[in-house]
């Protein structure tokens, strides 16, 4: 199968921190995505890493070390509707986006 | 931001019964879109690659006879089930990438489409 994982199910509470963690094996790397699927839509573009090192784009913020094979995402302040799975991707030497499974995340009040 | 629009958002259909899904790039152009199935609580599978103007590439395991894709423009691919059954009951969903980015960029998304066959 692909060698791409992350937690399947992940609870925080509102207006807390949380971080998603990725871990993946591949011999091409073109780049690390994360996107955003709440039930029943399609994914929603959040962030890319290509390079080492922290992106920050609002509330979320994406990491990426290449050499460990390792990504995460943190979210900040989080809302109710945050609530959703975050799904993490590798774009491959063909340019192939190969996709983890998915991390639930439920948030509580 | 660049718009993908995907048409039905929900079919439900008798069993043995053929089913179009379109994807059409609404403000870019895209000579590659991507299909993609996903069953519950499990990840995106890629079903095929649609380049326009040639034939799809498709990944291992999946029929081509049966999901037939036509990328006739630089704006519209279409998927069909042909004699559809339940298991393929699924949410089937295409993204697009811009023909001018690079192709490390990332994906476009429809909306997706919900096939309930019964």
């Known amino acids: 199968g692909q060698n791409i994982d992350q937690p399947t199910e992940m609870t925080a509470t509102e207006g807390a921190i949380v971080q998603i963690n990725c871990t993946y094996q591949t011999s091409g790397f073109n780049g690390l995505f994360w996107y955003q699927q709440h039930a029943g839509e399609a994914p929603t573009f959040l962030s890319y890493?290509?390079l080492d090192g922290l992106e920050e784009k609002g509330r979320f913020s994406s990491f990426l070390s290449r050499s460990k094979g390792y990504s995460y995402l943190l979210l900040k302040e989080l809302q109710m509707k945050d609530s959703a799975s975050y799904l993490c991707?590798?774009?491959?030497?063909?340019?192939?986006?190969?996709w983890g499974a998915g991390t639930k995340l439920i948030i509580k009040p | 931001g660049a718009v993908v629009s995907q048409h039905p958002s929900w079919v439900i259909c008798k069993s043995g019964t053929s089913v179009k899904i379109e994807c059409r790039s609404l403000?870019?152009?895209?000579?590659?879109m991507f299909w993609y199935r996903q069953f519950p609580k499990q990840s995106l599978m890629l079903m095929a690659t649609s380049n326009e103007g040639s034939k799809a590439t498709y990944e291992q395991g999946v029929e081509k006879d049966k999901f037939l894709i036509n990328h006739a423009s630089l704006t519209l691919s279409t998927l069909t089930v042909t004699s559809a059954h339940p298991e393929d009951s699924s949410f089937y969903i295409c993204?697009?990438?811009?023909?001018?980015?690079?192709?490390?960029?990332?994906?476009?998304f429809g909306d997706g489409t919900r096939l309930s066959i019964l």
């Open positions: 890493n290509v």
């Open positions: 991707a590798y774009m491959d030497s063909n340019y192939q986006l190969i």
């Open positions: 403000d870019f152009q895209a000579t590659t």
């Open positions: 993204s697009a990438r811009d023909i001018s980015a690079l192709e490390n960029q990332p994906q476009h």
